[in-house]
């Protein structure tokens, strides 16, 4: 099994989603086998967006609550500063 840099395989993720553009291209940018790159994309980059995107939901609405019950209105600040921690 080859080891392969994390960093080659997020970035080649996000080639593909972001432009659409093909797992033979990526594997020509990057020097790794199209198949690793798909495998990547679809077992493990795709579960980790799925639990992240769960996180942030909850987070938002925790804050949401909070923000509505406290001042009446929605403020993006309330909402947004605990979702720092998961993105940064």
């Given at each position: 099994m080859v080891?392969?840099?994390?960093e080659l395989l997020v970035l080649g993720a996000l080639?593909?989603?972001g432009s659409g553009c093909s797992f033979d291209i990526i594997e020509?940018?990057?020097?790794?086998?199209?198949v690793t790159h798909r495998n990547f994309l679809h077992f493990?980059?795709?579960?980790?967006?799925?639990?992240?995107?769960?996180?942030?939901s909850?987070?938002?609405?925790?804050?949401?609550?909070?923000?509505?019950?406290?001042?009446?209105?929605l403020?993006?600040?309330?909402v947004l500063a605990p979702l720092t921690v998961?993105?940064?």
């Open positions: 080891k392969v840099d994390i080639r593909v989603l020509e940018l990057s020097n790794v086998d199209e493990k980059f795709c579960k980790w967006g799925r639990g992240l995107s769960k996180l942030i909850q987070e938002m609405t925790k804050s949401s609550v909070i923000s509505l019950a406290c001042s009446r209105e403020d993006c600040r309330n998961y993105i940064l």
